[in-house]
């Protein structure tokens, strides 16, 4: 029996959501702890039975990258390594690319701008900048202050430096003067994603067609490439781009990259813990997570004093709009901006619009057939106000009436893409802003004929049309990942605009584009602390982080439809949006960013911070409770998932008591003040309440500082980490980095396993069986056994323990080979998963949660001497 034949049975039961498969099988990274022997390491790749595919040899990082894929047994080869002294070895896992979204690429009007811009020192013109504006850097620039001298490493997806605003050259005298690509690997770190090439011209853009400039200018800046034009990333790129940038001399680094995590000592985020410790701040994007709720704080920005920043919205709208014509009964060409949907052919279409009607506050516009005594569509571009029914709706019913192109204007501020290619008819869609389309309604209404002239949306040029964002400029971003971290820490730390932001992009895919996340935030971010650390002449990231935060102003919360009247918690805020004017030239110093109370069994009782005066005056200071609003973890006592955004907020808050509330701290002087929190007593700890807020400190010299602190309501403990575990039919080459989610598989299955010691021959299309461990709040260990279905048990899958996982479902693989390097033998298994609790100890039985899977069956495909493959119970 040909092996072929015995795969029928094992079918992919489904795919249907989908998550994030974070391991890479058979890649490791190996740490060497002081003392480690190295030797045997090194002899095991020597003797080719371990591939490296990195060498770590930095100063604050010592081991290798492994890959074991090519090894018969990788599972035996994992073992002995494991056993060598002083080794620690870590999965390798991907980190997804970042999702951050781009709203719109195009290259400016004026082509003649493009042409390389000469670097400018000092930036004599005013910063209008909206995202400056916003956080007082145009203020820090008014005094001259670019960040001269400081070198600032982005480790992205590369930067376009032949990008005219970015200095058009790599090298030595140049913008991007170091780095290098660590992705391909090779020396040039040049952009083709797109990502980087934006972050970049946040930080140090130079004057250009546009007319912004990054945060700091006088920046030099380094290029550490960590991804390619499109895939994600690995841990153990990151962890070497990383540490060459320290030892590149990099003054501060930056990355907006992450995935969700949860926890401070994943490999990632202790590299750059190590770093932060050293003296070099590192900001790192909080992620786009917002909508999946609390406890979502991402890797590497959950590790210790890594500076973790999340997003507000911009208070600009930009919107890049293609150009083209219109007449008013055969009157002047008039200009108007336009944002192209999907289908898009619009090349050369030269036709009068003719409207839906002529109501420009109607909620239905176009929602009803058109009538039939109208004339035909055909030829007409037919002209349709936003609102109430789809666009497809409305697109299907034009068509109807016989259109075949779509002009929609709409009904709020703004312009957005829309895609009505579910309508076979139509062959391009388009919106033009509220202003433009009333104007044309208007001449329709008195009998004008409205002419369009579209140009071709492949081949054109654009226009930039801004508009105030009164709804949620200001307010934090909905995308915006919330905290805290599962062990409590406030995660983030801080919050800069991030949304609807004009930036740099690779010349060959637009030169400009608007961008919103996270990623947009953090390089802000960085650009501040170059021009905190020329003002104040220091890069102490402890320093720096607590300047920025303490001087942050926070903001209310805001689900999207506008303002409340109650602050946004700080697990989605931290300290607030940065005043980055007020940060560099404070009088007033505390030694602490954030404060967490930690939960009800872990509760810190009281706690202190000091005051430093570091002015030439006396300061008196008020010491007050800025409470923010209580978040509730899950919707309801019995839930076993936190809920999603935006969460159950309440108004009962927790009471500060400061001893002393009033001091005076003398010119150079400190005071220490004493806080005890009253966490209030009416809220239902079923649900993991987060309380939170501000001590607010009134100076007499007119500063106001805050200082964040949280506290949790229940027992961390107590929380349900593993809600399920269950068996799933792992299909051939699904990609390990791939988004798929597994359904549950029946009960007693047979698969049939690769041959025995040739797990690595990957051209065999075989199912494998695995567990799928979907964990509803972090852990920090998950055991992973093979057991017979009476309970006996075979010992540890090889990937097992899983360390550091956040809440989300883990898929794993299981090919039959056992921790210890042997095989399981033939017959029928089921998985048993064991999750610790979050602050649970492992000697604890009553701090695991247990899950078994249903039972399976296993048979090995046997290689023949002939080197055909069969099952056994084929026979010879
Ligand atoms: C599988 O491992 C064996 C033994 O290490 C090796 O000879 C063979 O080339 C490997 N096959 C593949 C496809 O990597
Ligand atoms: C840039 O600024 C100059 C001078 O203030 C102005 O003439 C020009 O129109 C501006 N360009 C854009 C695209 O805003
Ligand atoms: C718009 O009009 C200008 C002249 O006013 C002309 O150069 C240009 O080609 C026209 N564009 C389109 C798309 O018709
Ligand atoms: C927001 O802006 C729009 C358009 O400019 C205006 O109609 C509206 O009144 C503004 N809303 C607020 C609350 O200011
Ligand atoms: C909260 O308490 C736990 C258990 O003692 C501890 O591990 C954790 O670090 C504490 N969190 C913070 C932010 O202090
Ligand atoms: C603290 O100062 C701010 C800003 O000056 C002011 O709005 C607030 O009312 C003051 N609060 C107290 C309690 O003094």
């Known amino acids: 029996m040909a092996w072929r034949s015995a795969l029928l049975f094992a079918t992919l039961v489904g795919a249907a959501v989908t998550t994030q498969r ?12 002081d003392g480690a022997d190295t030797a045997a390491f090194y002899s095991k790749v020597d003797r080719g039975e371990v591939h490296q595919r990195k060498k770590f040899d930095y100063q604050l990082f010592k081991g290798a990258s492994i890959d074991l894929s090519s090894h018969s047994e990788p599972d035996h080869a994992l073992k002995d390594i494991k056993d060598i002294p002083g080794v620690k070895v870590w999965p390798v896992t991907k980190i997804p690319a970042p999702n951050d979204k781009v709203v719109w690429t195009g290259i400016p009007n004026d082509l003649e701008q493009t042409e390389l811009l000469k670097r400018q020192e000092g930036d004599p013109q005013q910063d209008v900048f909206s995202t400056h504006v916003q956080t007082q850097i145009d203020l820090l620039r008014a005094k001259g202050l670019t960040g001269k001298g400081i070198k600032i490493a982005v480790v992205d997806s590369g930067i376009d430096y032949t990008h005219p605003a970015l200095g058009g050259c790599f090298g030595a005298d140049c913008l991007v003067s170091f780095g290098t690509d660590f992705y391909t690997p090779s020396d040039d770190p040049k952009d083709c994603l797109g990502h980087g090439t934006h972050v970049a011209g946040t930080i140090a853009a130079q004057q250009n067609a546009f007319n912004f400039t990054g945060a700091a200018p006088g920046v030099t800046l380094g290029a550490y490439k960590v991804f390619g034009c499109a895939d994600g990333t690995d841990n153990d790129i990151l962890i070497d781009a990383f540490n060459r940038a320290y030892e590149d001399g990099a003054d501060i680094i930056t990355a907006s990259i992450g ?353 430093f005066n570091q002015g030439d005056e006396d300061i008196t200071y008020d010491i007050f409770n800025l409470p923010a609003a209580t978040a509730f973890t899950k919707g309801s006592a019995d839930a076993i998932y936190p809920s999603e955004f935006p969460n159950d907020l309440s108004e009962v808050y927790a009471e500060l008591a400061f001893d002393p509330q009033q001091v005076t701290v003398p010119a150079g002087g400190e005071a220490e003040i004493t806080v005890t929190p009253s966490p209030p007593d009416s809220l239902d700890e079923a649900r993991l309440p987060v309380w939170s807020g501000w001590i607010a400190l009134n100076g007499s010299d007119d500063s106001t500082l805050h200082l964040a602190y ?66 509803s709040m972090g852990t920090t260990t998950v055991n992973v056994e093979i057991i017979t279905p009476d309970g006996k048990s075979l010992g540890p899958h090889p990937e097992s323990p899983l360390k550091f996982r956040p809440r989300q479902i883990s898929p794993l693989a299981w090919d039959g080979e056992l921790a210890d390097g042997g095989f399981a033998p033939e017959g029928s298994y089921k998985f048993r998963i064991r999750a610790l609790k979050i602050f649970g100890d492992e000697e604890n039985e009553e701090d695991w949660e247990e899950a078994e899977t249903v039972a399976f069956g296993i048979e090995y495909l046997v290689l023949g001497n002939d080197g055909t493959l069969r099952l056994p119970s084929a026979g010879p």
Not at 366 to 390: E, N
Request: charge should be negative.
């Open 259 to 611: 995935g969700p995590s949860g926890w401070s000592e994943e490999p990632w985020g202790v590299a750059v813990q190590r770093i932060v410790e050293k003296g070099v701040p590192c900001t790192l994007a909080a992620g786009n997570e917002g909508f999946s709720g609390m406890f979502y704080a991402a890797t590497a920005s959950s590790s210790k004093g890594v500076l973790s920043v999340g997003s507000v919205d911009n208070t600009v709208d930009t919107e890049l709009l293609i150009e083209s014509n219109y007449t008013v009964s055969g009157g002047d060409v008039a200009q108007f901006g336009w944002m192209e949907g999907v289908p898009n052919f619009w090349g050369g279409v030269s036709y009068p619009l003719q409207a839906a009607g002529f109501d420009i506050t109607n909620e239905e516009d176009g929602c009803a057939p058109w009538p039939s005594s109208a004339p035909r569509l055909r030829g007409k571009v037919a002209l349709i106000r936003r609102g109430t029914c789809t666009f497809v709706n409305k697109a299907r019913l034009a068509a109807q009436a016989g259109a075949e192109y779509v002009m929609f204007y709409n009904n709020v501020p703004g312009i957005i893409p829309v895609d009505v290619s579910e309508v076979p008819a139509i062959k391009g869609v388009a919106m033009v802003t509220a202003e433009v389309g009333e104007a044309w309604i208007a001449a329709l209404k008195s009998g004008e004929e409205v002419v369009m002239s579209m140009a071709d949306p492949l081949d054109v040029e654009r226009v930039l049309l801004t508009s105030g964002n009164n709804i949620t400029g200001g307010s934090l971003s909905q995308y915006t990942s919330w905290g805290p971290t599962f062990e409590l820490d406030v995660r983030p730390v801080i919050a800069a605009p991030g949304s609807m932001v004009l930036s740099t992009y690779p010349v060959e895919i637009g030169t400009y584009s608007v961008m919103s996340g996270t990623s947009m935030a953090t390089p802000l971010v960085a650009g501040v602390l170059a021009l905190l650390a020329e003002a104040r002449g220091t890069l102490d990231p402890g320093l720096l982080e607590r300047l920025l935060a303490n001087t942050a102003k926070p903001v209310l919360f805001n689900s999207g439809e506008g303002s409340s009247n109650l602050y946004a918690p700080v697990p989605q805020q931290g300290n607030g949006i940065i005043r980055a004017y007020d940060a560099a030239f404070t009088k007033t110093v505390l030694d602490k960013s954030t404060i967490s109370f930690n939960d009800t069994e872990n509760r810190l009782k009281s706690t202190t911070f000091t005051i």
């Open 22 to 33: 974070h391991v890479v099988p058979n890649r490791y990274i190996i740490e060497f702890e």
């Open 710 to 775: 949280q506290g949790v309501s229940g027992s961390m403990r107590a929380q349900r980490v593993l809600a399920d575990g269950y068996l799933i039919i792992v299909p051939p080459g699904v990609p390990v980095d791939f988004s798929f989610v597994f359904e549950h598989a029946p009960e007693n299955i047979n698969f049939v396993l690769p041959p025995k010691g040739l797990a690595n021959q990957t051209m065999i299309p075989l199912s494998l069986p695995g567990p799928a461990i979907d964990l």
